[in-house]
């Protein structure tokens, strides 16, 4: 069983429909529309779905938030990008660069301190370096 992410309504059904759904995530733009209607077909099959329009992502580097930002979007949703270093040590012009590409991507850059719940964190740890142990 496990937790999936529909990015269409004909993907949701064909994965409500699977026996290997635990939850159904709809990242769709007009999953919340679809939401109740699928919500209770779900519940029907003992399947959890949801909808979130916005995802709290923890970013712990100057690097990981330029990289990310880079990075092709996967998810339809807002991604607050909750910075966990000092935005002070950017350069301004920096700030503002990296402010407008997430604009323009419908994500917001802020403060560390803010965030309270966590979804997701910059740079996965799957994604870093270690050095090998002998």
Request: aromatic content about 6%.
């Amino acid at each position: 069983m496990s937790i999936v992410r529909a990015s269409s309504k004909a993907e949701a059904l064909r994965l409500l429909a699977s026996k290997d759904v635990l939850a159904l995530e709809l990242d769709y733009e007009t999953g919340w529309q679809d939401a109740v209607e699928l919500g209770r077909l779900g519940e029907k099959r003992g399947i959890k779905v949801q909808y979130r329009g916005q995802e709290s992502i923890a970013v712990h580097s100057r690097e990981a938030l330029i990289e990310g930002l880079a990075k092709t979007k996967t998810t339809f949703r807002q991604r607050n990008l909750y910075c966990q270093f000092d935005l002070g040590t950017l350069a301004d012009h920096e700030l503002l660069d990296l402010e407008a590409k997430a604009t323009r991507l419908g994500d917001y850059i802020l403060a560390g301190h803010l965030l309270r719940d966590v979804d997701g964190v910059w740079p996965q740890e799957a994604q870093e370096t270690q050095e090998p142990t002998q």
